[in-house]
């Protein structure tokens, strides 16, 4: 309760394919939500964030490799050729990212 929840993470395969998805607290819009990626020794970075009135924005380091979908109730992120530097633990937030809102993520490792 008060935190995103995540899941869907695994262990695949380089070329593999993971659909997350994401539930947003209670009283929380998922309208501009979005998903953050960290793994070890980097900052955690937006990966995919829903615009308010439509479409989506994706960080440069994507380049179509992941697509963020949702519905009323969950939001998706969809990568089905994954590679190894996608290895990290995904989290959603709001765009604004409020800290509370924080989950536990679900762990992403690529590797052969």
């Known amino acids: 309760q008060g935190q995103f929840v995540e899941s869907g993470g695994d262990f695949v395969q380089p070329g593999g394919s993971l659909n997350l998805s994401c539930a947003a607290p209670e009283f929380v819009s998922l309208r501009n939500a979005g998903w953050y990626r960290q793994s070890p020794g980097n900052q955690r970075t937006l990966v995919a964030r829903?615009?308010?009135?439509?479409g989506a924005h994706y960080a440069d380091f994507v380049k179509g490799r992941f697509t963020i979908s949702r519905d009323a109730n969950t939001m998706s992120l969809q990568r089905d050729s994954l590679e190894p530097e996608d290895t990290a633990l995904y989290y959603c937030?709001?765009?604004?990212?409020?800290?509370?809102?924080w989950g536990q993520g679900t762990q992403v490792t690529v590797s052969s």
């Open positions: 829903l615009n308010w009135g439509g």
């Open positions: 937030n709001t765009y604004l990212a409020r800290e509370s809102y």
